[in-house]
């Protein structure tokens, strides 16, 4: 497998005109191989469409499901919120099944402290991270499906750095569990550059392109988000590594830019096209 060039709804999730199928039509025109598809856009679009409507428009495109995104908050849940979590699953499963897709993004929760007040540590939140992934890989494993843990370069962030999420995806120790590299969160709380380098780039599942604002770290917020190469973030090192370490997959772009959502639908993806072919083929051939 190579590195195929992959589109995130989230992109063009304002935009006029914006729906599951206006993207998948959009994308297919445009020449992406992949689509993550988001939660909400799939729930709207299964209001007036049936899964095997869906089915049946990927059988007759080259444009294919890359991921589901995404499992929000699967960790440090209460009783009601685990139920709602496997309710999810469940649902992500069926999904799933019908469209051929593999894997689930799957992100921790945020602000979240003990009864008392008090903060929980780096070792309670990771230890409570892998049980609940572990039952969770279990879980989906039947169906053929992946998790890709995606932790979030934020302060409140419960796992909120590449080497955190990668200790927890190693203790998991599941074949079906891996780790979301986005390139605004490795940077958000300034991720080690030793931890990427020093990964297994096949535990790597997901990868998320875009680019940020000069902001100080721990002050940044998706709005902050641009275009790759408009940006400071270092892709050349991010792509070298993971070329290097000979990973291979699909390379996502995923942008939340209000001034990206008054673009027209059209002009959204096209433009995220062009930016997302141009890494690829600079880093990847």
């Not at 849940?77 to 051929?100: L, M, P, T, Y």
């Not at 689930?104 to 991270?129: C, M, Q, W």
């Not at 039952?135 to 995606?150: C, F, M, N, T, W």
Request: aromatic share 12%.
């Amino acid at each position: 497998m190579a590195v195929y060039t992959g589109f995130n709804e989230a992109t063009a999730l304002e935009c006029k005109g914006q729906s599951l199928l206006a993207d998948l039509e959009e994308c297919e025109k445009n020449g992406f191989d992949y689509i993550e598809i988001r939660f909400d856009s799939v729930r709207d679009y299964l209001k007036d469409h049936t899964l095997d409507d869906l089915a049946q428009w990927f059988a007759a495109h080259n444009l294919k499901p890359w991921a589901y995104n995404t499992l929000i908050f699967f960790n440090q849940r209460n009783e009601a919120g685990v139920k709602e979590i496997d309710d999810e699953v469940d649902f992500i499963i069926e999904v799933s099944e019908a469209i051929g897709m593999k894997t689930l993004v799957t992100v921790p929760s945020f602000d979240v402290v003990k009864e008392d007040g008090n903060p929980y540590s780096i070792e309670e939140f990771r230890d409570e991270a892998v049980t609940r992934l572990q039952y969770l890989a279990d879980k989906v494993a039947p169906h053929g499906l992946r998790i890709s843990l995606e932790f979030c370069g934020a302060p409140g962030c419960s796992i909120n750095q590449f080497g955190t999420a990668y200790e927890v995806v190693k203790a998991v120790s599941r074949d079906n569990v891996g780790i979301t590299l986005d390139c605004f969160h490795f940077h958000g709380m300034d991720s080690h550059w030793e931890d990427l380098e020093n990964a297994d780039a096949k535990k790597i599942f997901i990868l998320h392109l875009n680019d940020v604002e000069n902001l100080p770290i721990g002050q940044l917020a998706d709005i902050h988000r641009v275009w790759p190469g408009e940006g400071v973030l270092e892709l050349e090192r991010t792509f070298k590594i993971l070329k290097d370490k000979g990973f291979e997959g699909v390379c996502t772009i995923e942008e939340f830019r209000p001034e990206y959502y008054e673009l027209s639908h059209a002009e959204n993806v096209k433009t995220a096209y062009e930016y997302t072919k141009a890494i690829v083929d600079k880093y990847f051939g």
